[in-house]
């Protein structure tokens, strides 16, 4: 009886889904355009449906299309065509619903803002909880689209 509730725990852990972790891996508010860079951490591929992101106020929030997915070990670039991001400190929030899964602030003395078009905020390695500010952005990853499919009407 042993044997078989050792077999059915390996059997449901070997099963059991990964769990992807997207957090925020860069930021470049002096830039023009503003951008945003989102990294997978995981080796499972991500789905960002219902997920949005936010910078400090529910006025200027996106919420990603429901097919958005993000590879393994992969990037999602979001360009922000419109000043959404205060230069002078500011606060980026990944959300999925009203859960918040990642943040970062700059502006502070922990984490200097950029001083110029040239220098970012980043994760340094990419994925680590380790923040730095870089002259050398990486800006990587596909551009996320905001502009969403409308599902078709349902048939008369």
Not at 130 to 136: A, R
């Amino acid at each position: 009886m042993s044997k078989f509730c050792l077999m059915l725990v390996v059997l449901l852990l070997s099963t059991a889904p990964a769990h992807a972790q997207v957090v925020v891996n860069e930021v470049s508010p002096v830039s023009s355009p503003e951008w945003v860079e989102l990294y997978n951490t995981s080796s499972a591929s991500a789905s960002l449906k219902e997920h949005a992101i936010d910078f400090g106020s529910d006025s200027q929030q996106k919420s990603f299309c429901d097919a958005e997915q993000i590879g393994p070990h992969s990037y999602k670039l979001i360009i922000l065509t419109s000043s959404w991001l205060n230069n002078a400190g500011d606060t980026v929030n990944f959300r999925r619903g009203d859960d918040l899964v990642d943040s970062i602030t700059y502006g502070t003395t922990s984490l200097p803002k950029p001083a110029s078009e040239t220098e970012s905020l980043s994760r340094s390695p990419d994925g680590s909880p380790n923040w730095v500010k870089t002259g050398e952005q990486s800006k990587v990853g596909e551009t996320v689209s905001f502009d969403c499919p409308t599902p078709p009407p349902p048939p008369p």
